[in-house]
């Protein structure tokens, strides 16, 4: 099955810094990797997503970008805010009717004021 | 807004007690749900797919008869702890996917004294 390693387990920066977590899967038949940001006893939430046909992604302070050959995929944050703070994790699947995800262990992000 | 609805949000209960965990998706049917237990500061590990008009698909080292899951209709999926112990304390968290990406619910803690 899928196994998606992610590092660093924790990252500390300060405010207005980027930060930056990176993920590496082994199926090379996954196509779907989204990243999810949870705070302490909340739900996840979806903050980006990237499929297989594209290399990089944007939306305002975040990207994420994949490099397939590599099966590796990263997540940027720039400029960071205090709000920012919490644990980010990345996820990957391969879709069709075996779809499920398969999350890396998590980076807690600790954003400095 | 949410899109996925889960409930309750927390419960405590005696050993030996059942308890049912509700999962809905808001506004969209959902033939696929999937129910992730989750412990401090870990990730989130998928315990079973359930599946509508169809048994659920558990997870390796999941006890299906131990966590029973029930998709009867578009919108909601159940999971019931049968017969909790202490050991089966954690935060559950259902989630359904919509226009290819995966939400999340708010997730239940369950804490069995």
């Known amino acids: 099955g899928e196994n998606v390693e992610q590092h660093p387990s924790t990252l500390s920066v300060q405010e207005g810094d980027s930060a930056v977590i990176k993920c590496t899967y082994s199926?090379?038949?996954?196509?779907?990797f989204p990243w999810y940001k949870q705070e302490l006893g909340k739900r996840p939430q979806l903050i980006i997503d990237?499929?297989?046909?594209?290399g990089e992604k944007k939306d305002q302070r975040i990207a994420v970008t994949l490099n397939k050959t590599a099966k590796h995929f990263s997540l940027h944050i720039t400029e960071t805010q205090p709000e920012d703070s919490a644990v980010y994790f990345c996820?990957?699947?391969?879709?069709?009717?075996?779809?499920?995800?398969?999350f890396g262990k998590g980076t807690l992000l600790t954003v400095n004021p | 807004g949410a899109v996925v609805s889960q409930h309750p949000s927390r419960v405590i209960c005696k050993s030996g007690t059942s308890v049912k965990i509700e999962c809905r998706s808001l506004?969209?049917?959902?033939?696929?749900m999937f129910w992730y237990r989750q412990f401090p500061k870990q990730s989130l590990m998928l315990m079973a797919t359930?599946?509508?008009?169809?048994?659920?698909?558990?997870e390796q080292g999941v006890e299906k008869d131990k966590f029973l899951i029930n998709h009867a209709s578009l919108t909601l999926s159940t999971l019931t702890v049968t017969s909790a112990h202490p050991e089966d304390s954690s935060f559950y968290i259902c989630?359904?996917?919509?226009?290819?990406?995966?939400?999340f619910g708010a997730g239940t803690r369950l804490s069995v004294l």
């Open positions: 989630s359904a996917p919509r226009g290819g990406a995966e939400y």
């Open positions: 199926d090379s038949a996954s196509n779907y």
């Open positions: 990237i499929r297989s046909n594209v």
């Open positions: 996820a990957a699947s391969s879709g069709g009717s075996n779809y499920k995800l398969t």
């Open positions: 506004d969209f049917q959902a033939t696929t």
């Open positions: 359930s599946n509508e008009g169809s048994k659920a698909t558990y």
